[in-house]
């Protein structure tokens, strides 16, 4: 069935660094992979997505890119700051338009 | 921006009582959703709907039903709760083949 790994589920980082969080899917027919922030105690929101006619975009500390060969795509955010701290999904579009979400990362930006 | 309301944030109730969850968008999008969220688990399908009346089983659609009467309005329903119900209910919509915008969610508890 459809499926998304998403690693690792939790990453540390200090103020400053650059974090990445990678998911690998499983349907060959998907082209669309957003990704959501999800601060504690409220909705998860969309913060970048990317279609599957391109392999990167960014905006401003934030990018992903996608390989859709080895079907896995990635988020990065560089400069990290504490106010980056939330969990991410990745997620992804299939054949059926419905989206398919990871498991989660939980992110700790650390001053 | 759109605004997807759900009617409660907490929720208590008992075992087997029904359960009515509601969900409003404003911005008459047609694919609406309703997602558990669970901790370790992430956002999984419970049903989903692309037109009024129209619905379709996600993944995890057992011991819930819905309802789209109205096109900004998706109910869930849970016809005899119990104590593994207890989770996070996310509500979204979607225009065309963008992302989704979340509600802010009903943290149901039952006992």
């Known amino acids: 069935g459809e499926n998304v790994e998403q690693h690792p589920s939790t990453l540390s980082v200090q103020e400053g660094d650059s974090a990445v969080i990678k998911c690998t899917y499983s349907?060959?027919?998907?082209?669309?992979f957003p990704w959501y922030k999800q601060e504690l105690g409220k909705r998860p929101q969309l913060i970048i997505d990317i279609r599957s006619n391109v392999g990167e975009k960014k905006d401003q500390r934030i990018a992903v890119t996608l390989n859709k060969t080895a079907k896995h795509f990635s988020l990065h955010i560089t400069e990290t700051q504490p106010e980056d701290s939330a969990v991410y999904f990745c997620?992804?579009?299939?054949?059926?338009?419905?989206?398919?979400f990871g498991k989660g990362t939980l992110l700790t930006v650390n001053p | 921006d759109v605004k997807v309301t759900q009617s409660s944030r907490y929720l208590v109730k008992r075992t087997g009582e029904k359960v009515f969850l509601e969900c409003v968008q404003d911005m008459d999008h047609e694919n609406m959703f309703w997602y558990r969220q669970d901790p370790g688990l992430g956002l999984r399908l419970i049903y989903f709907s692309y037109d009024v009346k129209m619905k379709e089983k996600g993944d995890i659609p057992e011991g819930y039903s819905v309802s789209r009467e109205k096109k900004e309005r998706f109910s869930l329903i849970l016809e005899s709760a119990s104590t593994n119900q207890t989770s996070m209910y996310l509500c979204a919509s979607r225009e065309g083949s963008y992302g989704y915008t979340f509600g802010s969610g009903t943290r149901l508890t039952v006992v």
């Open positions: 349907d060959s027919a998907s082209n669309y």
């Open positions: 997620a992804y579009r299939g054949s059926n338009y419905k989206l398919t």
